[in-house]
């Protein structure tokens, strides 16, 4: 069986010389993955020059055609973002207009490029909004054409209001988190298995259909 890749978009603000609450979490979902032989990158978005529209290479010094290389080279791919205002961050909004802007590409088949990939997110915050966010991301990888799998929603939240982010409070032993994880950790790489064994059938799916 072919290895699987995973990519995971880190839309953390801070740069990778600064911890990230974010990565904390993430890293819950890629443990498994290593116990499953499951390659993947982490990819802290905020370390690279991303200009905002909707495509795939927008030049001047654009360094997203790198990231969307690896996008397209992945099975699984999840976007992990922390919670600002009750909303996914910036940089979250950024990287799925930028996947939005690749969408018209196919594969061999016609269909669109991020068919038979599939989709997650992992989300950290010290405030409600975790599922606001997770609906919104799932809902728009669906919509380019990812497989989004039951229970792929990973996040922490903590008291509202100002107080310690994930790492600080220690959120790596909360039993409830511990266990989306898992389950979104299993569910990415057993629907990413079936895909990459049977993939989804052209017919009636393809851009000239």
């Given at each position: 069986?072919?290895?699987?890749?995973?990519?995971?978009?880190?839309?953390?603000?801070?740069?990778?010389?600064?911890?990230?609450?974010?990565?904390?979490?993430?890293?819950?979902?890629?443990?498994?993955?290593?116990?499953?032989?499951?390659?993947?990158?982490?990819?802290?978005l905020a370390d690279y020059n991303?200009?905002?529209?909707?495509?795939?290479?927008?030049?001047?010094?654009?360094?997203?055609?790198?990231?969307?290389?690896?996008?397209?080279?992945?099975?699984?791919?999840?976007?992990?973002?922390?919670?600002?205002?009750?909303?996914?961050?910036?940089?979250?909004?950024?990287?799925?207009?930028?996947?939005y802007g690749g969408a018209g590409?196919?594969?061999?088949?016609?269909?669109?490029?991020?068919?038979?990939?599939?989709?997650?997110?992992?989300?950290?915050?010290?405030?409600?909004?975790?599922?606001?966010?997770?609906?919104?991301?799932?809902?728009?990888?669906?919509?380019?054409?990812?497989?989004?799998?039951?229970?792929?929603?990973?996040?922490?939240?903590?008291?509202?209001?100002?107080?310690p982010s994930y790492m600080e409070?220690?959120?790596?032993?909360?039993?409830?988190?511990?266990?989306?994880?898992?389950?979104?950790?299993?569910?990415?790489?057993?629907?990413?298995?079936?895909?990459?064994?049977?993939?989804?059938?052209?017919?009636?799916?393809?851009?000239?259909?």
């Open positions: 069986m072919d290895e699987l890749k995973a990519i995971i978009l880190n839309a953390s603000l801070k740069k990778s010389d600064e911890p990230s609450n974010t990565a904390a979490l993430i890293e819950k979902v890629t443990d498994i993955f290593q116990e499953e032989k499951v390659g993947y990158e982490m990819v802290r991303l200009r905002y529209g909707i495509s795939d290479d927008l030049g001047d010094g654009d360094e997203w055609p790198a990231i969307f290389q690896k996008i397209k080279e992945a099975d699984i791919v999840i976007v992990g973002t922390p919670i600002w205002l009750g909303e996914k961050s910036s940089l979250a909004a950024l990287a799925i207009e930028r996947i590409q196919t594969n061999d088949k016609g269909q669109s490029i991020y068919y038979n990939k599939v989709g997650g997110v992992v989300i950290t915050g010290n405030e409600d909004g975790a599922k606001t966010a997770a609906r919104s991301i799932l809902y728009a990888l669906s919509h380019v054409g990812f497989v989004i799998p039951p229970n792929v929603d990973t996040y922490w939240l903590g008291e509202a209001g100002p107080g409070a220690e959120g790596g032993v909360n039993e409830f988190t511990d266990k989306h994880a898992t389950m979104e950790a299993y569910n990415l790489i057993h629907l990413a298995r079936i895909l990459k064994n049977n993939p989804i059938p052209a017919k009636g799916n393809t851009a000239d259909s």
